[in-house]
C-alpha cells in the first residue's frame, strides 16, 4: 500500500532528525556529570525529549536531582493529554498498551493524528515510535561517547548548548502572542527568583504560576 | 542519589504517559486541563532558557553565553533544524572564549 510506504518515510526522517537531536541530548547529559549507563537509561526509560533535557540541564547547573525530576515530570505531562488523544485511535489494551505508553511523545501524537483513516494512523503511531527509539537511543550513546573523550566541555561551548536546545525545543510551541508572552514572562520571572531560593526552584515557581494562571483564565 | 532520580522520573514519565491512554477519557477531557497543560512546558522550557544562559549557580552574570543565546534565536528564526541551532550555540561560545 503505498500510503504504508509514505508514512515509513515520514517515521524514518522524524527519526533520523531526533537521533541527531539525541546526539546532543548525550553530549549536554555527559557534559553535566551523569554516567554513560545513567545517560543511557534516561534515552531508554524516560524516552521523553524536552523532559530528559530538563533533568540534565538542571543537575547541569548545579541544582539537585530531584529538583530536576519534578521539572522532568511536569514537561512529561503534556504525554499525558497526547494519550487521551490517542487512545480513541489505537485501542490498546494489556500488553501492547504497556508497550504503546511508553511511545506516546510528541513525533508519535503529530504522525497519528495527521492521518484520516484510523489503521494509518495506527501504523503511523508504531512505525514512528519504533524508529525514533532506535535512533534516539543510539544517538543519545553516540553523544555520550563523544564527550567522554573530550576532557573540558566548556572549550567547545557545551554549557552554551542547553539553553540553545531548550530554544529549539520551544520555538514550534510559541506561533502566537500569548505562549510568546508567557515564555517571556517565565524567563523573566525565572531569572529575578534564581538568586533567593535552591538552583531548580524556579522553575517550580513558574510552573505553579503558569497552573494558576491556566486555571483562571477564561 | 543519581540513579534514584533518573529511575523515579523515569518512572514518573513513563505513568503519565500510560494515564493518557489508560484513565477515562471525560477526566482529562476538562476545559481547563486542556487549556492549562500545554502551557506548562512553554513556561518551562522559557525558564530553562533564561536560567541557564544568564546564571552561574545562583549568581546572574552576563557571558559568552548572552550571544551564544542571541545567535541560536537568530538559527530559530531561519528554521534551522536542531542540531544546527545547538551547534551554532556551542560554536559561538566557544570561538568567544578563544578571542
Same mark, same amino acid.
Given at each position: 500500500?503505498?500510503?504504508?510506504r509514505?508514512i515509513?518515510?515520514?517515521?524514518?526522517?522524524i527519526?533520523?532528525?531526533?537521533?541527531?537531536?539525541?546526539?546532543?541530548?548525550?553530549a549536554?547529559?555527559?557534559?553535566?556529570?551523569?554516567s554513560?549507563?545513567?545517560?543511557?537509561?534516561?534515552?531508554?526509560l524516560?524516552?521523553?525529549?524536552a523532559?530528559?533535557?530538563?533533568?540534565?540541564g538542571?543537575?547541569?547547573?548545579?541544582?539537585?536531582?530531584?529538583?530536576?525530576a519534578?521539572?522532568?515530570?511536569?514537561?512529561?505531562?503534556?504525554?499525558?493529554?497526547?494519550?487521551?488523544r490517542?487512545s480513541?485511535m489505537?485501542?490498546v489494551?494489556?500488553?501492547?498498551r504497556a508497550?504503546g505508553?511508553?511511545?506516546?511523545?510528541?513525533?508519535?501524537?503529530?504522525m497519528?493524528?495527521?492521518?484520516?483513516d484510523?489503521?494509518?494512523?495506527?501504523?503511523?503511531?508504531?512505525?514512528?515510535g519504533?524508529?525514533?527509539?532506535?535512533?534516539?537511543?543510539?544517538g543519545?550513546?553516540?553523544?555520550?561517547?563523544?564527550?567522554q573523550?573530550?576532557?573540558?566541555?566548556?572549550?567547545?561551548?557545551?554549557?552554551?548548548?542547553?539553553?540553545a536546545?531548550?530554544?529549539?525545543?520551544l520555538?514550534?510551541r510559541?506561533?502566537?502572542?500569548?505562549?510568546?508572552?508567557?515564555?517571556?514572562?517565565?524567563?523573566?520571572?525565572a531569572?529575578?527568583?534564581l538568586?533567593?531560593?535552591?538552583?531548580?526552584?524556579p522553575?517550580?515557581?513558574?510552573?505553579?504560576?503558569?497552573?494558576?494562571?491556566?486555571?483562571?483564565?477564561? | 542519589?543519581?540513579?534514584?532520580?533518573?529511575?523515579?522520573?523515569?518512572?514518573?514519565?513513563y505513568?503519565?504517559?500510560l494515564?493518557?491512554?489508560?484513565?477515562?477519557?471525560?477526566?482529562?477531557?476538562d476545559g481547563?486541563v486542556q487549556?492549562?497543560v500545554?502551557?506548562?512546558?512553554?513556561?518551562?522550557? *522559557? %525558564? &530553562?532558557?533564561g536560567?541557564?544562559?544568564?546564571?552561574?549557580?545562583?549568581?546572574?552574570v !552576563?557571558? +559568552?553565553? #548572552? *550571544? %551564544? &543565546?542571541?545567535?541560536?534565536?537568530?538559527?530559530?528564526?531561519?528554521?534551522?533544524?536542531f !542540531?544546527? +541551532?545547538? #551547534?551554532v550555540a556551542?560554536?559561538?561560545?566557544?570561538?568567544?572564549?578563544?578571542?
Amino acid at each position: 500500500m503505498p500510503a504504508t510506504r509514505g508514512i515509513a518515510r515520514d517515521a524514518v526522517g522524524i527519526a533520523i532528525a531526533s537521533g541527531a537531536y539525541a546526539i546532543s541530548f548525550g553530549a549536554i547529559a555527559t557534559a553535566a556529570g551523569l554516567s554513560l549507563l545513567q545517560t543511557g537509561a534516561l534515552s531508554l526509560l524516560m524516552f521523553t525529549g524536552a523532559s530528559q533535557f530538563a533533568l540534565v540541564g538542571v543537575v547541569g547547573a548545579g541544582g539537585s536531582i530531584w529538583a530536576g525530576a519534578v521539572a522532568a515530570a511536569l514537561l512529561g505531562s503534556r504525554n499525558t493529554l497526547y494519550g487521551v488523544r490517542l487512545s480513541t485511535m489505537l485501542e490498546v489494551r494489556g500488553w501492547r498498551r504497556a508497550v504503546g505508553s511508553h511511545f506516546v511523545i510528541d513525533e508519535t501524537t503529530a504522525m497519528a493524528i495527521a492521518r484520516d483513516d484510523p489503521q494509518l494512523s495506527r501504523y503511523a503511531f508504531w512505525v514512528t515510535g519504533v524508529a525514533l527509539f532506535v535512533l534516539w537511543n543510539t544517538g543519545t550513546l553516540i553523544g555520550a561517547l563523544a564527550t567522554q573523550a573530550i576532557s573540558d566541555p566548556k572549550v567547545f561551548g557545551l554549557d552554551a548548548a542547553p539553553p540553545a536546545a531548550y530554544l529549539a525545543l520551544l520555538a514550534p510551541r510559541l506561533r502566537a502572542r500569548e505562549p510568546l508572552a508567557i515564555a517571556l514572562a517565565a524567563a523573566v520571572i525565572a531569572i529575578l527568583a534564581l538568586p533567593f531560593v535552591p538552583a531548580g526552584v524556579p522553575l517550580l515557581i513558574v510552573a505553579a504560576l503558569v497552573a494558576v494562571f491556566g486555571a483562571f483564565r477564561k | 542519589m543519581t540513579w534514584a532520580g533518573v529511575l523515579v522520573a523515569s518512572a514518573a514519565c513513563y505513568v503519565l504517559k500510560l494515564a493518557g491512554l489508560s484513565l477515562p477519557q471525560h477526566w482529562l477531557q476538562d476545559g481547563r486541563v486542556q487549556r492549562t497543560v500545554p502551557l506548562i512546558p512553554i513556561a518551562l522550557l *522559557a %525558564a &530553562l532558557v533564561g536560567t541557564q544562559t544568564f546564571a552561574t549557580g545562583q549568581h546572574l552574570v !552576563l557571558d +559568552v553565553r #548572552a *550571544a %551564544a &543565546l542571541a545567535v541560536a534565536v537568530a538559527a530559530v528564526i531561519l528554521r534551522a533544524p536542531f !542540531l544546527v +541551532v545547538v #551547534a551554532v550555540a556551542a560554536a559561538t561560545a566557544a570561538l568567544l572564549r578563544l578571542l
